[in-house]
């Protein structure tokens, strides 16, 4: 597809009419109230086990600090950890800063991180929440004690040097109030360390949140009130900008540029460690994508210099592997897929639909920058090779039913559609969280390869540092060649500023909303 023909089919998607919904509630618009836009309050509310990505993240990193912090670049910082050190290739001592409190004002000490991990671990509650079934798997720790006060001992189940990295994907909440409330009461009546406290929730998902400053925390906030508000559109969360009921508006797309510096407000860019994408599930009998073949045509038939530059402004680049250029075990000579649609027709000829085929793609649009666009532009491309594609809009909750296998396809295994909404969302600036569903065992319904299971499970194992970022990038070229995701772009988060907001950073999703003041 050439450039005149993409901008009009944007031009035909801007087309579409929108039914923007206004703000459900308008704070104070005063320098009391920092107002945040969102897509989506966390499905679990203040549960800080639910999660350390997006929607999760936003709600979370308000109310709840992790033992590490992880820069873009994958460098690593204390934040409720002073220091840590390996005694061996399976476990690490964690020293934490003394007199940090939490908001009911107990002081933080082993005890807490010691249970957060115990219950992680052993607690079948804990089991259907994203962060359990991330973290688990790619931080691999198989117990935590006590050894003192104020430092946590980890064990592993297998050599990993990457643990203080990850150690930044734990929120870690007040355990002692948690048990006491039990986790229904606790989601809503949360206590952690975070800058911001005591959070109101109202209207569920699609509402907001009211919270207040903690002034006793590590991260004291400079503007006394927080609300965040879930807006499903980004059109929406744009103009809320615009009409000034809004501050900060989280995933907003590129083209609405002009209009907010039109306007006096900005748009901030930033990097995150993900590469944006669809997953090929196989879940039906006689997938067409069980054929390497066809997956590999449908990633022929995208072009995605058109999607970094048209729709994302050149904020970005192509991806071709789950890796991305700031994570670890990133393979520069693994290149993205070129837009070649004669190729994509031909592969698909050879694998038997020369004809073409139908399929169903589940999609949530408003999880990252311009993602409508971006499906609606590659459903168009796909069908211009014969792959006639139907988005089907779910809700984020009913992904992860589909992703947990609470609902299952027509037969059985996860999800009802051939390709399904999954990003390689890299964990903490590690590329190893998309990498355990490549595992038959782990994930039945998605593709898997003997090769590339074997290869993950050796890089797992591996405790040098760089001998295991070897074994990742031999594992980028094993998983480009198979193709089991669509690829489209390196993700970045692209954040609408009001004109009122100075001194805002996002470092992988993680706000400084602490940091922020007011004009």
Not at 202 to 207: I, L, P, Q, S, W
Not at 218 to 244: D, F
Request: glycine content about 8%.
């Amino acid at each position: 597809m050439g450039r005149q023909t993409f901008r009009a089919s944007l031009s035909a998607m801007a087309a579409v009419a929108v039914v923007l919904t206004a703000v459900t509630a308008s704070a104070d618009s005063s320098d009391n109230t920092l107002r945040f836009a969102t897509a989506s309050i966390a499905p679990a509310f203040g549960r800080p086990e639910q999660g350390t990505a997006s929607p999760s993240v936003y709600t979370l990193w308000p109310m709840y600090d992790s033992l590490t912090r992880v820069s873009p670049q994958g460098d690593v910082s204390g934040l409720l950890a002073s220091s840590w050190k390996s005694i061996d290739a399976s476990t690490w001592e964690v020293t934490l800063k003394r007199g940090v409190k939490f908001h009911n004002g107990t002081e933080l000490t082993a005890k807490q991180v010691v249970d957060q991990f115990t219950y992680l671990v052993d607690n079948e509650e804990a089991a259907g929440t994203v962060a359990f079934s991330t973290n688990k798997k790619q931080a691999f720790v198989n117990k935590a004690e006590a050894v003192g006060d104020y430092t946590v001992r980890f064990t592993t189940t297998q050599p990993n040097p990457e643990l203080p990295r990850q150690l930044a994907g734990f929120w870690i909440p007040e355990t002692g109030t948690r048990d006491d409330l039990g986790t229904e009461v606790f989601s809503k009546k949360p206590v952690g360390t975070g800058p911001y406290m005591n959070p109101v929730f109202t209207g569920g998902v699609d509402g907001f949140i009211d919270l207040v400053a903690f002034d006793g925390g590590l991260r004291t906030p400079k503007i006394p009130n927080l609300r965040i508000q879930a807006l499903r559109e980004a059109a929406t969360r744009v103009t809320s900008i615009l009409s000034n009921e809004i501050d900060i508006s989280q995933g907003v797309p590129f083209d609405s540029k002009v209009q907010l510096e039109g306007g006096g407000h900005s748009i901030d860019v930033a990097s995150r460690p993900s590469a944006m994408g669809w997953r090929f599930m196989s879940v039906r009998k006689n997938s067409p994508f069980s054929d390497k073949r066809v997956r590999q045509a449908a990633n022929y038939a995208i072009d995605r210099q058109s999607i970094a530059d048209d729709l994302l402004g050149g904020t970005t680049v192509p991806a071709g592997q789950c890796a991305t250029r700031f994570t670890f075990g990133y393979n520069a000579k693994v290149k993205p897929y070129p837009y070649d649609p004669v190729k994509a027709k031909q592969l698909l000829a050879d694998a038997g639909y020369a004809d073409g085929f139908e399929t169903e793609i589940m999609v949530i649009p408003g999880a990252f920058p311009a993602d409508a666009e971006i499906y609606q532009f590659a459903a168009q491309q796909l069908g211009a090779i014969g792959i006639k594609a139907r988005l089907t809009q779910i809700t984020f909750g009913e992904w992860l039913d589909m992703w947990f296998a609470k609902k299952k396809g027509p037969e059985g295994g996860m999800g009802f559609s051939d390709i399904f909404q999954n990003s390689c969302h890299n964990f903490n600036a590690i590329p190893f969280d998309a990498y355990p569903n490549l595992s038959c065992a782990k994930n039945p319904g998605s593709h898997c390869d003997a090769a590339e299971t074997a290869k993950l499970d050796q890089a797992m194992g591996e405790f040098d540092v760089e001998k295991r970022r070897k074994l990742i990038q031999e594992l980028m070229v094993l998983n480009h060649e198979n193709a089991p995701n669509l690829f489209f772009v390196e993700l970045t988060d692209l954040t609408g500023l009001n004109k009122r907001v100075n001194g805002f950073s996002n470092i992988i999703q993680r706000f400084n909303f602490h940091e922020i003041t007011l004009n």
